[in-house]
């Protein structure tokens, strides 16, 4: 599992107490505990739902339906046993993220870089900008006479 099914997968154990889970409310949720800042509008990608899933139901005993709503948005219930989506809605779905902004493993590892100080050489310092260029509009003048 890659990090962003380990993100999905942790918010699902968050969330399981609900009877109704979203895919906007997961992708909340890790955005939450990875304090991640943009991609407010930013989905999740269907293959990597079904892979956290997968990895619960293998070591936290819990089974969850996937439905997909008329929007195309995954809904994930508690059942008792897990339920995938059908062929004609898991085609939908996957043609549909081809439009929409997804959250993916680089965005992950990015938050995560910054939040523990910038990854392998340490906090990238902040440069300013010193020297102001300025157009001389006389010399261009010069030049043609």
Do not use: C, W
């Not at 339920?83 to 081809?98: I, M, N, P, Q, T």
């Amino acid at each position: 599992m890659n990090q962003i099914q380990e993100e999905i997968a942790a918010a699902l154990i968050q969330l399981s107490e609900k009877s109704l889970i979203t895919e906007a409310l997961i992708a909340k949720k890790i955005r939450e505990n990875i304090k991640l800042q943009g991609k407010q509008k930013a989905g999740l990608a269907f293959t990597d739902i079904e892979a956290a899933i997968l990895y619960i139901e293998e070591n936290n005993n819990l089974h969850f339906a996937l439905h997909l709503n008329s929007a195309n948005d995954i809904l994930i219930k508690q059942a008792d046993s897990a339920v995938g989506l059908e062929g004609d809605a898991r085609k939908r779905r996957l043609a549909s993220e081809k439009s929409m902004s997804v959250l993916t493993n680089g965005d992950v590892k990015k938050a995560k870089e910054s939040k523990s100080g910038g990854g392998k050489n340490g906090p990238k310092p902040h440069s300013k900008r010193t020297d102001k260029k300025r157009l001389n509009v006389n010399k261009i003048y010069d030049d043609f006479e």
